[in-house]
Structure formats: C-alpha cells, structure tokens
C-alpha cells in the first residue's frame, strides 16, 4: 500500500483513495480533473496553492483513514 507523502503524485492520491478529493477541494486547490495532477507531487501542489504542506498531508491521511475503504485505520500513513 502507498503512503500519502510529500513526494506522492496528486492523481495517484485521488485514485487510490477518493475520499481525499473533498481535501484537495477544501483546501482551495483546482487540482481535481487538472491534467498535471499526474506529474505535481503533493508538495508540488502545495508550493501552487500557497499551503502549508504538513496541514495538508494531515488531512489527506484522515480522509483516506476515514473512507469506506479503508483497508486499516493506519490507511495512508507513512510506515514506521
């Protein structure tokens, strides 16, 4: 399983766990159906919207820990 981190494709993250589309939106980032989604890391996304990065990553690991598919609750957590 991917762990949502810095260096985490912003299309990968919305695929693999679609309860975090609400994040990118909240957060004000147009990142959704955007076509750079699939080369823009996290942190790439963060430095264009002008966000901080560790808030966002919280909050992405919540909503994917959150979802109704969520394997475990450690879903989206870095390992270690």
Same mark, same amino acid.
């Given at each position: 399983?991917?762990?949502?981190? *810095?260096?985490?494709?912003?299309?990968?993250?919305?695929?693999?766990? *679609?309860?975090?589309?609400? !994040?990118?939106?909240?957060?004000?980032?147009? /990142? !959704? $159906? /955007? *076509?750079? $989604?699939?080369?823009?890391?996290?942190?790439?996304?963060?430095?264009?919207?002008?966000?901080?990065?560790?808030?966002?990553?919280?909050?992405l690991r919540l909503?994917?820990?959150?979802?109704? $598919?969520?394997?475990? *609750?450690?879903?989206?957590l870095p390992p270690?």
């Amino acid at each position: 399983m991917t762990a949502i981190t *810095p260096d985490l494709l912003v299309d990968e993250a919305m695929r693999q766990w *679609p309860a975090t589309i609400r !994040v990118f939106l909240d957060f004000g980032f147009h /990142c !959704v $159906g /955007c *076509p750079i $989604g699939c080369f823009h890391s996290l942190a790439d996304a963060c430095l264009e919207h002008h966000a901080e990065l560790e808030p966002f990553l919280q909050a992405l690991r919540l909503a994917a820990a959150n979802s109704a $598919g969520a394997a475990t *609750p450690e879903a989206g957590l870095p390992p270690g």
